[in-house]
């Protein structure tokens, strides 16, 4: 039998001591949170059986050469040249597939507490690997390109032009005493369908991206070598789910692992081991 390739394992991997969220910048910062609150993070993941959908969302930035804007007080329509635009998708939870011998790496990133699902209980749920992409490529405008031209499709205006001219049809018919009648109530019930189907489309999109991950030319050697996994939706696990459970034996002045083992009680069937013996043995 052939061997399992080295960058593909059957542990997805949760850390809980990542970086630092700036809400201003919508960013990751290089910090890593104090490792007490990964160590509560994994605790309370435990508790509630629940991996929950994070504060982080993709911030998709892509250079639009032609777009359409609708002016609500003035009701005309201005074309933008060369216009950016930032895109924000739905926020989402994480698992990252990385084999066991490759995890010492991402720690300086991530932390050194982690929970490990078993790979069938992830793909089941619904969880889909990310697409990896530069920043400011044509991918990426050509991926906006599709969605900016129905954003830009802009049927309040076009609904608040037909009562307009209803209005206009209604005075000329009463003016002049006409035993007829123009109903436009067709029209703007197809106006509302279209924009309703806008809303289905921009939730689909921001859905997306959610599964597209973004990373500059500096980042090849953290981001990029990730492998991550995402899901839009809160994952709900069994504790069969759990592969197993990976802490630190010391760290920032606590025993967390001698720690958890007192605190935490859970089947034998879940492995709990000590970063140090596993990891950096």
């Not at 490529?137 to 032009?161: F, K």
């Not at 504790?239 to 459970?245: G, K, M, P, Q, R």
Request: aromatic share 10%; glycine share 4%; hydrophobic share 35%.
């Amino acid at each position: 039998m052939a061997s399992r390739p080295g960058t593909v394992s059957k542990i997805l991997w949760h850390f809980t001591g990542g970086p630092m969220w700036d809400d201003a910048t919508n960013k990751q910062l290089k910090e890593l949170k104090p490792a007490i609150n990964g160590y509560e993070a994994l605790k309370a993941i435990l508790k509630s059986q629940e991996l929950r959908v994070g504060q982080y969302c993709e911030i998709v930035k892509v250079i639009v050469p032609e777009k359409r804007q609708f002016d609500f007080e003035t009701k005309e329509i201005h074309i933008l040249k060369n216009h950016p635009v930032t895109v924000k998708s739905k926020p989402v939870c994480c698992v990252a597939d990385i084999p066991l011998q490759h995890i010492d790496y991402h720690s300086n990133r991530y932390g050194k507490i982690a929970i490990g699902f078993h790979r069938d209980s992830i793909v089941k749920f619904g969880f889909n690997p990310v697409m990896y992409t530069l920043e400011d490529t044509a991918l990426l405008n050509s991926i906006y390109q599709g969605y900016s031209a129905v954003d830009d499709v802009h049927p309040y205006s076009a609904t608040s032009e037909t009562e307009s001219v209803q209005d206009e049809i209604d005075k000329i018919i009463n003016d002049n005493d006409l035993d007829d009648s123009v109903d436009t109530s067709s029209v703007i019930s197809e106006l509302d369908w279209i924009e309703s189907a806008q809303e289905k489309i921009d939730e689909s999109f921001q859905n997306f991206l959610a599964y597209i991950k973004t990373f500059d030319t500096t980042e090849f050697d953290s981001i990029y070598c990730e492998r991550e996994w995402r899901s839009t939706k809160n994952y709900s696990f069994a504790i069969e789910d759990i592969a197993i459970i990976v802490l630190p034996r010391e760290q920032e002045g606590e025993r967390f692992y001698e720690r958890f083992l007192e605190e935490v009680i859970l089947p034998k069937t879940v492995t709990i081991a000590c970063w140090e013996d596993l990891i950096e043995h």
